[in-house]
């Protein structure tokens, strides 16, 4: 079994830092892409930072330039820190990872989802 636990969410006024955290844990082999999406109400949850195991990012337009993600492949945890919040970034956002459990010899890949976390930006 694996899981993914969140933090770092919160409430911030417009123009402030939140620097999110993901972190998973279980039996775990590797830990291929991991990402963050986010869903506002009334909206469909959509892609908002992702980054391979190469380190290699990606980014949906409207962050570019505020958000970043990075990872810790030793504690198996992925970060967004997001700068210079507006009203428009509130949202739920959800961590993702693409994660090989089992052992060397015998494993699975599969997605995980974590739990979510609030990020409210006042105006």
């Known amino acids: 079994q694996v899981q993914l636990v969140e933090s770092g969410g919160g409430l911030v006024q417009a123009g402030g830092s939140l620097r999110l955290s993901c972190a998973a844990s279980?039996?775990?082999?590797?830990?291929?892409?991991m990402g963050w999406y986010r869903q506002a109400p009334g909206k469909q949850r959509e892609l908002v930072a992702a980054i391979t195991s190469g380190f290699s990012e990606r980014y949906v337009d409207s962050v570019k330039g505020r958000f970043t993600i990075s990872r810790d492949n030793a504690k198996n945890t992925v970060y967004l820190q997001m700068n210079s919040l507006k009203p428009e970034d509130t949202a739920v956002y959800y961590c993702n990872a693409d994660v090989k459990s089992g052992t060397w010899n015998n494993y699975r890949s599969r997605y995980y989802w974590g739990q979510g976390t609030q990020v409210t930006v006042s105006s």
């Open positions: 279980g039996n775990i082999f590797m830990v291929e892409a």
